[in-house]
């Protein structure tokens, strides 16, 4: 069982910053290929970017490469998503997910472990 607990949300103009964090439980979170995913309302849930276990290799959604950097610390179970230049079409509420496959992906049906999601939002 893997518990994850996005922190970090809130309301930032455009153009802003947010950090988003996601703790993890367990004792193999460096086994995890972990994403971040977001959805708005009215809105399929989408990819926004992943990171490898062991954080050599990350992927991104074509809407935010170059805006956003996601990273982890494994020796604290955490992985973060660093969004710069938000816009308004940002705004979500996002989720991080961990697949316990350790396979990289973009689709959610890969992650079998997700938390229960952050707000954000951008005010134009």
């Known amino acids: 069982q893997v518990r994850l607990v996005e922190s970090g949300g809130g309301l930032v103009q455009a153009g802003g910053s947010l950090r988003l964090s996601c703790a993890a439980s367990?004792?193999?979170?460096?086994?995890?290929?972990m994403g971040w995913f977001r959805q708005a309302p009215g809105k399929e849930r989408e990819f926004v970017a992943s990171i490898r276990g062991s954080g050599d290799m990350t992927y991104y959604a074509r809407s935010v490469k170059g805006r956003f950097t996601i990273s982890r610390d494994n020796a604290k179970n955490t992985m973060y998503l660093q969004m710069n230049s938000l816009k308004p079409e940002d705004a979500a509420v996002y989720y991080c997910?961990?697949?316990?496959?350790?396979?990289?992906?973009?689709?959610?049906?890969?992650?079998?472990?997700w938390g229960q999601g952050t707000q954000v939002t951008v005010s134009s």
């Open positions: 367990g004792r193999t979170f460096s086994n995890y290929h």
């Open positions: 997910a961990a697949s316990t496959s350790g396979r990289s992906s973009i689709s959610s049906y890969e992650y079998d472990y």
